[in-house]
């Protein structure tokens, strides 16, 4: 005769348990718009930082679709976290991502058709962002809703600082214009290479190397401290 085993099945900890030691919403938050800017701190978003960032119109569309990608991928991943497969979860955050991108680009479409058109295919590109992708995996795969919602918040305004820093240097020198209305002097001579490929480079160049000075600045005198 077998005898029944007594004890009590061993209980395996959920797999989206979270660490003790992950950020709060708060820290997400604040870390995604300076300390861990994804432009300008992970060089994340580098073809559409490059590429639309002529003018702060386009640069400012590219931002605002974005955020709603990022925002909206990190909510409903991590509203389904507990039945993510380890085996199946890019997968599952490409679709995800994928299906708001284009509810994002057919109302672009829709409704700001002329900008649309001039965006090109950047918008359906965002579907390959890093910044997305990473952002499901490090912290909306694992968190909470509200800290994932404050995480896309947080580097959706960091993404769109980056983005509004470099479209501003780049149609002010370039255009002499900002949000398409003239603010140089009319004596001003529009520095050309800055609304072409060459401008974005060194645009962001010389904003990258401002940023690190900056923050070995601040460590110097933190430690002197």
Not at 117 to 125: A, D, H, N, S
Not at 128 to 139: A, G, K, P, Y
């Amino acid at each position: 005769m077998t005898i029944p085993n007594s004890e009590p099945p061993s209980r395996q900890p959920p797999a989206t348990s979270m660490p003790l030691d992950q950020p709060t919403a708060g820290e997400r938050f604040i870390q995604g718009i300076l300390p861990e800017n994804p432009v300008y701190r992970q060089l994340l978003g580098m073809c559409p930082t490059l590429a639309v960032t002529g003018a702060m119109q386009p640069a400012m569309t590219m931002a605002a679709a974005t955020a709603f990608v990022l925002i909206s991928a990190n909510v409903i991943v991590s509203l389904i976290r507990g039945l993510l497969r380890p085996h199946l979860r890019i997968l599952v955050f490409t679709l995800t991502i994928a299906t708001f991108v284009t509810i994002a680009d057919r109302a672009l479409a829709a409704y700001l058709y002329t900008m649309s058109k001039e965006l090109g295919p950047y918008v359906p590109l965002i579907i390959v962002n890093c910044l997305i992708i990473s952002r499901c995996e490090i912290c909306a795969s694992k968190q909470s809703v509200g800290t994932a919602l404050a995480d896309g918040v947080g580097m959706s305004l960091g993404f769109a600082v980056a983005l509004a820093s470099i479209a501003t240097v780049r149609e002010l020198l370039g255009l002499g214009t900002w949000f398409g209305l003239p603010v140089m002097p009319t004596v001003w001579r529009h520095w050309g290479v800055m609304i072409l490929p060459p401008g974005a480079f060194l645009t962001l160049g010389l904003l990258l190397g401002l940023v690190e000075w900056t923050a070995s600045k601040r460590q110097a005198t933190t430690k002197h401290q």
